[in-house]
């Protein structure tokens, strides 16, 4: 049984930064591609950012790219997701998942390819 937990959200500023942690059970995260999603109040999940197996592929957003980066400890079983630079409209609670598609370099945000899904964290950014 795989299990996600995700960490590290919390209450920024705009401008400020934030770093995300999805710790991930079971011995196959290493062979896994993992993402990032975020659902705002109202609004329907979407896709935020993407990483393959091996972390040589990783895909984002239009509204994250160049301030958000997804990076992964394999030997420590965590994906993170580094933001900068936050905006207000980046408050929203964020899920990662894991795709079961073992040494994939699949990088996308499609969410019917995701097969495991975290609890989500709260991210709060202030104006």
């Known amino acids: 049984q795989v299990q996600l937990v995700e960490s590290g959200g919390g209450l920024a500023q705009a401008g400020g930064s934030l770093i995300l942690s999805c710790a991930v059970s079971?011995?196959?995260?290493?062979?896994?591609?993992m993402g990032w999603f975020r659902q705002a109040p109202g609004k329907e999940r979407e896709f935020v950012a993407a990483?393959?197996?091996?972390?040589?592929?990783?895909n984002y957003a239009d509204s994250v790219k160049d301030r958000f980066t997804i990076s992964r400890h394999n030997a420590k079983n965590t994906v993170y997701l580094q933001m900068n630079s936050l905006k207000p409209e980046d408050t929203a609670v964020y899920y990662c998942a894991a795709a079961r598609q073992i040494y994939s370099d699949y990088a996308g945000g499609s969410q019917g390819v995701y097969d495991y899904w975290g609890q989500g964290t709260q991210v709060t950014v202030s104006s």
């Open positions: 079971g011995r196959a995260f290493s062979t896994y591609p």
């Open positions: 990483i393959s197996w091996s972390g040589g592929k990783t």
